[in-house]
């Protein structure tokens, strides 16, 4: 099948080839340094995907499925995550794991709109991340010292980049 990737903005063809889906289609392009700036990802099933060094700068990533994806030295700045995350800012994302009761990974965001979490199926705020966290785990188990522990090293970090 015939995978494209298109500009968000224009609709212009920015990458295409044949394979077996979005996530082959867009590692190919990463592959041959394809320019995927403004890229439209919406809703791309990105999960396990080998995204190391990837210029998605303004790339629209609504409601894409990031989860085990590998974003070192990604550049995601300006990359719009949705209604409810908002653009990212420059150094605005964290992912650690695989770790807590779900063995998943943890992404957390840095954006116009906040500070945000997703982890297994929990998408949040950082404080409703960590209200739901002592809700389910409490504050001295495992999990819960794990987590919120995740939340104040994400808080931090954010705010190294803020200032």
Do not use: W
């Amino acid at each position: 099948m015939k995978y494209q990737i298109l500009n968000r903005y224009d609709s212009r063809v920015q990458f295409e080839m044949e394979c077996e889906s979005m996530k082959e289609c867009v590692e190919a392009a990463i592959t041959q340094s394809a320019d995927l700036r403004s890229a439209d990802l919406r809703s791309a099933d990105l999960r396990y995907a080998n995204l190391q060094s990837a210029d998605l700068r303004s790339a629209d990533l609504r409601s894409a499925d990031l989860r085990y994806a590998n974003l070192q030295y990604a550049n995601l700045q300006s990359a719009d995550l949705g209604e409810e995350i908002g653009k990212l800012k420059a150094g605005g994302y964290f992912t650690c794991g695989p770790q807590g009761s779900r063995n998943d990974m943890l992404m957390a965001f840095n954006s116009d709109n906040g500070m945000f979490v997703k982890a297994g199926c929990f998408t949040g705020s950082l404080d409703e991340f960590r209200a739901a966290v002592i809700k389910t785990h409490g504050k001295t188990s495992k999990h819960g010292k794990l987590y919120l522990g995740v939340a104040d090293l994400i808080e931090y970090k954010f705010s190294e980049v803020i200032a």
